[in-house]
């Protein structure tokens, strides 16, 4: 599987990405970083998937992304 960069807006701090090849049909993702008023931060990561089959598999490897993310955040 391969997963092109679609975009990266730095303004934003987003990015967009695809992943093509292997079970799935279609996936595009979406992460975005947000500054919260505590001086912490928030991400927000979605994903469109198809075949519908492939939801649970791919939500599991994004909590495990998330969970990389929020340990390397915390460890900066």
């Known amino acids: 599987m391969r997963e092109p960069i679609v975009d990266v807006d730095d303004a934003a ?7 093509v090849g292997g079970q799935l049909t279609h996936h595009n993702g979406a ?3 947000f500054a919260a008023a505590d001086g912490r931060g928030r991400v927000v990561w979605t994903a469109d998937v198809l075949p519908d089959e492939m939801v649970g598999p791919v939500s599991g490897l994004m909590e495990q992304g998330l969970g990389a993310v929020k ?4 460890a900066a």
């Open 13 to 19: 701090r987003r990015w967009v990405w695809a992943a």
């Open 31 to 33: 992460m975005q970083m």
């Open 71 to 74: 340990r390397t955040l915390e």
